[in-house]
């Protein structure tokens, strides 16, 4: 993989995120968690690149993001739909996802683990952290999307690297 400055990225974010799917892996090479996310963005706050991502409170990669000070974001080519599946849907508390997966665990230069098979990795270092407000989400969002209750966690993280394949 090679480094690149975020502004060089073209990638469509709206398919990367929404119909790629995304990795969000927090934690340390020897001990990391990850979880397939379908939600996100990708922007500019505070005058720096930023990526948003939401976790659910009952995730097991929330822990792992919430302890450390980075995470990241890994985009994977359609080769790997079933290991984004399987991540999306088993726990890290019951199965070890990179190994049942195949994946083959990086470190970032600050530490935050991402993973070899990605085409695109975005290392986070995390700057916000703000549960969403049920108060202030609209009836059939919370309708379609919040049944359990169990409104998302929303993170905003400062790009400080990009690794393109």
């Not at 974010?13 to 379908?38: E, K, R, Y």
């Not at 975005?122 to 999307?145: A, E, G, S």
Request: hydrophobic share 35%.
């Amino acid at each position: 993989m090679r480094k690149i400055d975020p502004k060089n990225l073209d990638k469509n974010v709206f398919s990367a995120i929404g119909d790629q799917w995304m990795l969000i892996t927090a934690g340390t090479p020897d001990h990391c968690n990850t979880m397939t996310a379908s939600w996100g963005g990708l922007g500019v706050i505070w005058n720096a690149p930023s990526a948003t991502c939401y976790i659910r409170p009952q995730r097991y990669t929330k822990e792992f993001v919430d302890r450390e000070e980075y995470f990241t974001l890994s985009f994977l080519g359609e080769e790997h739909r079933k290991a984004l599946q399987l991540c999306g849907s088993r726990s890290g508390r019951e199965v070890d996802k990179v190994k049942e997966c195949g994946f083959t665990v990086r470190a970032a230069e600050c530490g935050a683990p991402y993973f070899e098979e990605a085409e695109l990795v975005l290392v986070c270092r995390k700057r916000f952290v703000q549960p969403m407000d049920p108060d202030n989400i609209p009836r059939d969002v919370k309708d379609r999307f919040y049944a359990e209750k169990d409104y998302h966690v929303m993170y905003i993280g400062e790009i400080t690297e990009v690794f393109v394949k």
